[in-house]
């Protein structure tokens, strides 16, 4: 195993704990609102599909202690704002990351996969986020559950 193998590990499932800890904290000062509350499932689910490459290539999983790091914003809409921040340059880190693992099929299509679930899903949704911030208390401010699909 190649140290470049555990360092893209080790910075994609980092990545995954640091957006779900700030999410969680978005939803726990600001409620329970979308696209947090939809979002921050799916991350969960791709620090989780990340874990059977830890175990093959037995790189240690690191500890997730995001939770305590992380500081929300003032505001839904800065939430909203950074979470687009957040998400472009995810997707960034997978176009590195990517480069660094070519020789690992597996490894590959599992990035790949994460890494378009943030531009397609995450990505757009965060955006909406922000246009609908823009006045009031928009459509999808509310507490019902989204139609966020992975």
């Known amino acids: 195993m190649s140290e470049h193998l ?3 590990l080790v910075e994609a499932i980092n990545d995954e704990y640091k957006a ?3 999410y ?4 726990e000062k600001f409620g329970e609102i979308r696209p947090f509350i939809n979002i921050v499932e799916a991350e969960g689910r791709h620090a989780n599909a990340l874990l059977p490459l ?3 290539y037995h ?4 500890e997730d202690d995001w939770a305590s790091r ?3 914003p003032d505001t839904v809409q800065e939430a909203c704002r950074l979470a687009v921040e957040d998400e472009i340059e995810n997707a960034e880190m997978y176009e ?4 660094s693992v070519s020789d690992y099929p597996d490894v590959v299509a599992v990035l790949k996969q994460l890494q378009r679930a943030s531009v ?3 990505l757009p949704a965060f955006q909406r986020c922000v246009d609908r911030q823009g006045g009031g208390r928009g459509q999808g401010q509310g507490h019902r559950r989204g139609q966020h699909r992975e």
């Open 54 to 56: 830890f175990a093959k």
């Open 6 to 8: 555990k360092n893209a």
């Open 24 to 27: 969680r904290a978005v939803i």
């Open 120 to 122: 397609e899903n995450h």
């Open 59 to 62: 790189v240690a999983v690191p």
């Open 70 to 72: 992380v500081q929300v």
């Open 96 to 99: 590195r990351l990517l480069k």
């Open 20 to 22: 779900r800890a700030t």
